[in-house]
């Protein structure tokens, strides 16, 4: 486990999840919402956005959170675990919002800065939607890659904590 790429819904736990298996692991952290926007919510050009994926999926290891469903398929390439948080919009939904207080007026840690913290209707349509509308696309993928790849599917919080328990630390 070298290269590991985590991914779910919003508010599914990505950020939290790879910053934990970074620092339980030793690998090198990339939070891909902090690279993708710029301050003020700016997205990133697609070409200039290929290119930093690109450089970024050449390094020897990594944990990479983040959907962008414009490099997944690359992404899902380079990687050789992939973890998918597929925790109920419930869950997902409760934990926007509890985010959306606790960084009121201020970037997360896992967040470009000058992105103050935002919930939109859009972003909760999206959640709401996922189980539906994203996630059986997700898990063909998945199923594609699983022969070559280590797929981890988490369903819950204690399937997380219980998955993170057992992972053997500093696998650098």
């Known amino acids: 486990m070298k290269r590991v790429l985590v991914i779910?819904?919003?508010?599914?736990?990505?950020s939290t999840m790879a910053r934990?298996?970074?620092?339980?692991?030793?690998?090198?952290l990339v939070h891909l919402d902090a690279l993708y926007w710029r301050a003020?919510?700016?997205?990133?050009?697609?070409?200039?956005?290929?290119?930093?994926?690109?450089q970024i999926i050449q390094q020897n290891a990594w944990v990479m959170d983040g959907n962008y469903g414009g490099t997944l398929e690359r992404r899902l390439e380079a990687a050789?675990?992939?973890?998918?948080?597929d925790l109920s919009r419930w869950v997902c939904l409760g934990r926007v919002v509890k985010r959306?207080?606790?960084f009121h007026g201020r970037s997360r840690p896992d967040m470009a800065q000058g992105c103050s913290e935002q919930l939109s209707w859009e972003f909760l349509r999206w959640i709401w939607s996922y189980p539906k509308e994203r996630r059986p696309r997700l898990l063909?993928?998945?199923?594609?890659?699983?022969?070559?790849?280590n797929v981890v599917i988490l369903h819950s919080p204690a399937e997380v904590e219980q998955f993170l328990a057992e992972l053997p630390s500093h696998v650098v």
């Open 80 to 85: 050789d675990t992939v973890i998918f948080l």
């Open 100 to 102: 959306r207080i606790q």
């Open 140 to 149: 063909k993928k998945l199923e594609k890659v699983a022969r070559q790849k």
């Open 20 to 28: 934990r298996l970074a620092e339980r692991t030793g690998l090198p």
């Open 8 to 14: 779910g819904s919003g508010g599914s736990g990505k």
């Open 40 to 54: 003020g919510w700016q997205e990133t050009p697609k070409q200039e956005w290929a290119q930093t994926v690109e």
